[in-house]
């Protein structure tokens, strides 16, 4: 925007204050001035076109500036709007609530040219700012936006069928607490008999926790194409070993990132994990008993580039359930900055029924309500694994 593209309205119900002021910024270059004569003629205009600045009368038949500057406060224009007051009003109150509704500046008729000319210059010149901040802002929403579509895209759907014969149903759950997040979650098969469940937890939020998120995957599943994919991810702390070496290697963030990648062997039942300073998962088994899966495997990834890990193993029996989340659902806050806490997961995994379909998104809802429209604490992840053992008879 320069002062020969500005769009000026000047609202006065006198025709020469008008035309005076029209002359006053033809001379200072504006060539794109209207008028209206009062209040209402003032939004009519406003409706139907896009000005930068507006000249405004306060006492005016019909409907007043006051009247005006509410309008435009109460719609939220006022917001992109400056309107630089103009009145034969001389006491501090107008003014004051002129400045209280809105309006950019306040001059009292009759006016110094001089004045005149510096507060519209200056105004039409910080317009300009921030037109371009709100472009601009407005260009990085969008891209977030679409990062937050492609990084959720990345999760993958439920699954509910059989393996090896043996039924089994898996639930994930991706919420970023921005548009993009630090939170992995993941699980894919690797040859007939084996599944790979993947949750991890950058130690940071926004666009660099999503990066560094999206590069922990990438490598991960690039283990897949290894011709010893299938020796590698049955036993689980070789193929963390190996993802934390490529982190930790000129890792000048510091970041890291807490993980836990397990291996079940479906024909045997046999779970292998590996807990990287992950917070340990929930375990319920088949008569409904909590436990957690507390097997210290090593250090978050990305720290130590010669850390070793171990795998623990455990057997599941029927019906027993899994869950796996990061620590944005246990360290939430309420506004008295009471943790959500892990004996809230616990209860909501002991009262879980075999038929519901969305559980995880239940339990995320949950957690935002415990927040109470506070910021949310952390992105959030889940995997929850429903495993029947027996096989088919």
């Given at each position: 925007?320069?002062v020969?593209?500005a ?16 002359r ?9 001035i ?11 205009a ?17 409907l ?18 400056p ?6 009003l ?9 400045i ?6 306040f001059?009292?008729?009759p ?50 069928g ?30 007939d ?7 991890g937890?950058?130690s ?19 283990l ?12 689980p702390?070789?193929?963390?070993g ?34 990287a ?10 008569a409904?008993?909590i ?6 495997g090593?250090?978050?990834?990305g ?17 027993d359930?899994?869950?796996?989340v ?16 892990e ?43 429903s495993?029947e ?5």
């Amino acid at each position: 925007m320069t002062v020969s593209n500005a769009k000026i309205l000047v609202v006065d119900d006198v025709a020469e204050n008008r035309d005076l002021l029209a002359r006053r910024l033809a001379r200072l270059g504006f060539t794109s001035i209207d008028q209206a004569s009062n209040g209402v003629e003032a939004l009519a205009a406003i409706g139907t076109k896009s000005y930068d600045l507006l000249l405004l009368d306060i006492m005016m038949p019909e409907l007043d500036g006051f009247g005006v500057l509410e309008a435009l406060k109460r719609d939220g224009r006022i917001n992109e709007l400056p309107v630089l007051v103009i009145s034969a009003l001389g006491e501090i109150e107008p003014v004051v609530r002129c400045i209280e509704l809105g309006a950019t500046d306040f001059i009292t008729k009759p006016f110094n040219p001089t004045l005149l000319r510096a507060r519209v210059l200056a105004t039409i010149e910080n317009k300009a700012l921030s037109d371009l901040m709100r472009d601009e802002l407005r260009r990085k929403q969008l891209e977030l936006n679409e990062a937050r579509t492609l990084q959720l895209a990345l999760a993958p759907q439920r699954f509910a069928g059989t393996v090896c014969g043996r039924a089994l149903s898996i639930d994930v759950l991706l919420d970023p607490a921005k548009e993009v997040g630090g939170d992995l979650v993941d699980y894919f098969r690797v040859g007939d008999d084996m599944i790979i469940l993947a949750l991890g937890d950058v130690s940071d939020k926004g666009a660099g926790a999503a990066l560094m998120m999206a590069r922990t995957h990438a490598m991960l599943r690039a283990l897949t194409a290894r011709p010893d994919a299938a020796a590698l991810f049955r036993a689980p702390q070789q193929a963390l070993g190996i993802v934390n070496a490529a982190l930790a290697d000129g890792n000048q963030s510091c970041m890291f990132v807490t993980f836990l990648l397990a291996s079940l062997d479906v024909a045997t039942a046999r779970l292998a994990y590996v807990r990287a300073g992950h917070i340990p998962p929930f375990h319920r088994n088949g008569a409904g008993k909590i436990g957690r899966l507390s097997g210290a495997g090593g250090p978050p990834l990305g720290l130590l580039e010669n850390a070793t890990y171990r795998a623990e193993t455990v057997d599941l029996g029927p019906d027993d359930r899994l869950l796996i989340v990061t620590d944005g659902f246990t360290e939430a806050h309420d506004p008295g900055d009471s943790l959500f806490g892990e004996a809230r997961v616990e209860a909501f995994l002991a009262g879980l029924a075999a038929a519901e379909r969305e559980p995880l998104r239940r339990l995320a809802d949950h957690v935002r309500a415990f927040e109470s429209g506070r910021r949310p604490f952390d992105d959030m992840a889940a995997i929850l694994l429903s495993f029947e053992s027996r096989p088919p008879s």
